[in-house]
């Protein structure tokens, strides 16, 4: 049997065979300029291999460059959330929508081997544009033009490859060319898989031009991709290769066309609209239109649901950068690896159904019709996403609520090294040394604040205006003539959209010209352009990836390719912000971290369970014969994700079907969708998303 559990962006690998598909096969020779495949011990086709292979890392590039291109968009190139999702959900569309050019080209002129080999050329282009454009500065062009090529060729070649592997097959192998279906889809499972685990580490934890590593993530994918289309190539004499049979697609639009035409132009009644067609179209050819137009009916309500499972790669993973990746010794998963559940689960999950679920459920008779079971997949990807609106609620309750036009807030800094005391006409309150004291809110105007110290004889009083909705922080604090003084700088509290952490540092050690952060897993030399390095003259908070650093500074005066010494380390949370404090102590700079707004406490595994209902979505399949072709037609129904295999009579529809199915994953409503709401209304937006 086929295996019908297909994982999530690859339910429309499918093909048809048919009774004359095995004939055109069994009837090539050398006048058609193809080659006969030599078996091998197993029963496959030598052939096979090599595009099993090319397969393998086609799909490692794909779903390593795709892992990481929201996080690339947002952090590396300062996309917004919305924008960056927008561009993202417009690759797949691109991805999902070149198919239609794709069989149209394999069908009608230069055939699958050809096609696959030239798309994977413009397709392995794309990939070197995106590695090596993800150098300093950023810039959008070159990644847009990467995208589009990508697109072109992984779209190009989707309806072409499983398709041409089972050409490979005599008509007496049918069972080869079944567990071929199988073996095709472990190995797009198996490299999807190693690729969203492995690339964002590379993306993450491998430094470059002192920030995380993009090129060489790209690159990867960029290596596999050059690598799929050398296999590719190294398998050409022993293909078996179909010549184009014609434009297919066109001539399916035309027969449409002149149905319609004919419906308005000739009131005599016909059995069927489609039959004024006939004449200008073989009968058996208009016979195959019908069928395939009730197919189409089945496949209206994909696109929705592909609106809700396509958001893994995108809302999914901006949700997950706002949780704690944390695995204790194991060290901390990362928000775009989450992504490799799905296959993970796929293969863990397919025995379990196959062997207990599925007998279950035939039993029980519940469900059972075609249907009945899309029905019940719709309704398992609403439960998976009232689950994402519900992690969400408990990610906003972990936001601070935003300070109004008639409050301020105010956080007081006591760097002194004694206890200092802070009062007004509303609030008094005494801070320990080095420590903050409470976050406070008043009123907004003018603000008298009267400060002493148990090591200052003298006593101050300093007014300061302060404007609504803003916040504040007051540091107490003896000036350059060592005198008692409070300054106010402007504070942040309103966490990263992205699960960053934001730093501020705050200097108090005068023999230092300039301080920087250095990530922990950094080994090389220090020098102007390791890590991040800040003004300490302005004390504006920057965002950088939640893990430990090292914290250096540069003397004044000192050489800014050698001079660094290391200060201490500090550790960064999960949307934490904070302060440094940098100050002099006999002789010797300390530093004190502190934390202004606590970082995000809840585990990225609470996610788990919303991955788990989606991939059964994905997973639950059972084969159901409809009679609807003169042969047979198999529909494999995937609980909302219905995978169809038809055996519908003829050659010149193989490509055909597979477009269909793909192009029902075209996301251009999630384009419009995405870009529509703020990220502050991602909640609403799983909800809605439930409604639809």
């Known amino acids: 049997m086929i295996m019908s559990s297909w994982s999530s962006d690859e339910e429309e690998e499918y093909t048809l065979f048919s009774k004359e598909d095995d004939n055109l096969l069994n009837n090539q020779n050398g006048s058609s300029g193809t080659a006969r495949s030599k078996e091998s011990n197993g029963g496959y086709p030598k052939s096979v291999f090599f595009i099993l292979g090319t397969e393998f890392c086609e799909r490692f590039s794909y779903y390593g460059m795709r892992a990481i291109l929201i996080l690339?968009?947002?952090?590396?190139?300062?996309?917004?959330?919305?924008?960056?999702?927008?561009?993202?959900?417009?690759?797949?569309?691109?991805?999902?929508?070149?198919?239609?050019?794709?069989?149209?080209?394999?069908?009608?002129?230069?055939?699958?081997?050809?096609?696959?080999?030239?798309?994977?050329?413009?397709?392995?282009?794309?990939?070197?544009?995106?590695?090596?454009?993800?150098?300093?500065?950023?810039?959008?062009?070159?990644?847009?033009?990467?995208?589009?090529?990508?697109?072109?060729?992984?779209?190009?070649?989707?309806?072409?490859?499983?398709?041409?592997?089972?050409?490979?097959?005599?008509?007496?192998?049918?069972?080869?060319?079944?567990?071929?279906?199988?073996?095709?889809?472990?190995?797009?499972?198996?490299?999807?898989?190693?690729?969203?685990?492995?690339?964002?580490?590379?993306?993450?934890d491998v430094h470059c031009y002192g920030a995380e590593c993009y090129p060489l993530a790209f690159g990867i994918p960029a290596i596999l991709m050059i690598s799929s289309a050398v296999i590719f190539i190294a398998g050409g004499r022993l293909y078996k290769k179909i010549p184009p049979t014609g434009n297919l697609i066109g001539r399916v639009f035309k027969c449409i066309f002149y149905g319609i035409k004919g419906k308005i132009s000739h009131p005599d009644k016909r059995p069927h609209w489609l039959d004024h067609s006939i004449g200008l179209f073989e009968a058996d050819f208009v016979e195959e239109v019908k069928r395939l137009l009730k197919v189409l009916i089945i496949c209206v309500p994909l696109p929705l649901y592909w609106a809700l499972g396509d958001q893994q790669g995108s809302r999914w993973t901006l949700q997950a950068e706002q949780l704690d990746g944390s695995m204790g010794?194991?060290?901390?998963?990362?928000?775009?690896?989450?992504?490799?559940?799905?296959?993970?689960?796929?293969?863990?999950?397919?025995?379990?159904?196959?062997?207990?679920?599925?007998?279950?459920?035939?039993?029980?008779?519940?469900?059972?019709r075609p249907l009945q079971r899309m029905v019940a997949g719709m309704f398992l990807s609403v439960i998976a996403f009232v689950m994402a609106g519900f992690v969400q609620l408990k990610i906003n309750s972990q936001f601070e609520?935003?300070?109004?036009?008639?409050?301020?807030?105010?956080?007081?800094?006591?760097?002194?090294?004694?206890?200092a005391s802070v009062s007004s006409a509303h609030y008094s309150q005494s801070i320990h040394s080095l420590q903050l004291g409470e976050f406070q809110k008043f009123s907004p105007g003018n603000i008298t604040w009267n400060i002493s110290a148990d090591c200052s004889t003298e006593n101050i009083s300093k007014t300061f205006s302060f404007i609504g909705s803003h916040s504040y922080r007051l540091v107490i604090l003896q000036n350059n003539s060592s005198s008692l003084d409070l300054i106010k700088i402007k504070d942040q509290r309103k966490k990263s959209g992205e699960g960053n952490a934001l730093i501020s540092v705050m200097n108090m050690d005068n023999s230092i010209g300039s301080v920087k952060l250095v990530p922990t897993t950094y080994t090389g030399t220090v020098t102007e352009k390791t890590g991040i390095t800040f003004d300490i003259k302005n004390h504006t908070h920057l965002s950088l990836e939640?893990?430990?650093?090292?914290?250096?500074?540069?003397?004044?005066?000192?050489?800014?390719?050698?001079?660094?010494?290391?200060?201490?380390?500090?550790?960064?949370?999960?949307?934490g912000i904070y302060t440094l404090l940098l100050y002099n102590e006999n002789s010797k700079t300390n530093l004190m971290l502190f934390t202004s707004v606590e970082q995000n406490s809840l585990s990225m595994f609470v996610m788990v369970p919303q991955?788990?209902?989606?991939?059964?979505?994905?997973?639950?399949?059972?084969?159901?014969?409809?009679?609807?072709?003169?042969?047979?037609?198999?529909?494999?129904?995937?609980?909302?994700?219905?995978?169809?295999?038809?055996?519908?009579?003829?050659n010149s529809f193989l490509n055909y079907w597979s477009l269909v199915w793909i192009f029902t994953g075209t996301k251009v409503h999630e384009i419009l969708y995405s870009g529509s709401l703020s990220n502050e209304h991602c909640l609403w937006q799983f909800n809605c998303c439930n409604n639809i």
């Open 72 to 204: 690339y968009l947002t952090k590396w190139l300062k996309f917004d959330a919305d924008n960056a999702t927008g561009v993202y959900h417009g690759f797949v569309f691109l991805c999902y929508f070149s198919p239609l050019f794709g069989a149209i080209i394999a069908d009608g002129y230069l055939g699958r081997y050809r096609t696959i080999l030239y798309l994977s050329i413009i397709y392995g282009i794309g990939n070197v544009i995106m590695s090596a454009t993800a150098v300093p500065p950023p810039e959008w062009i070159g990644p847009m033009i990467a995208l589009i090529l990508i697109g072109i060729g992984t779209g190009g070649i989707k309806p072409c490859v499983a398709a041409f592997g089972a050409d490979q097959f005599r008509p007496e192998q049918e069972k080869q060319r079944e567990t071929f279906f199988s073996v095709f889809y472990f190995m797009i499972n198996l490299g999807s898989m190693f690729s969203i685990i492995l690339t964002p580490i590379l993306r993450a």
């Open 329 to 368: 010794p194991l060290g901390r998963i990362k928000p775009d690896q989450l992504q490799a559940l799905n296959p993970i689960l796929i293969l863990g999950l397919i025995p379990l159904f196959e062997k207990l679920i599925y007998p279950c459920l035939d039993k029980c008779k519940v469900p059972n």
């Open 401 to 419: 609520s935003p300070l109004t036009t008639t409050e301020i807030g105010i956080t007081h800094y006591n760097v002194l090294p004694c206890t």
């Open 546 to 575: 939640p893990e430990s650093y090292e914290v250096y500074k540069l003397p004044k005066n000192g050489d800014n390719t050698t001079d660094w010494s290391l200060v201490s380390t500090v550790k960064l949370g999960i949307g």
């Open 611 to 650: 991955y788990i209902v989606i991939t059964v979505v994905f997973i639950s399949d059972k084969p159901i014969v409809i009679h609807q072709c003169r042969t047979e037609l198999f529909v494999y129904v995937c609980h909302g994700t219905t995978v169809y295999s038809y055996n519908c009579g003829g």
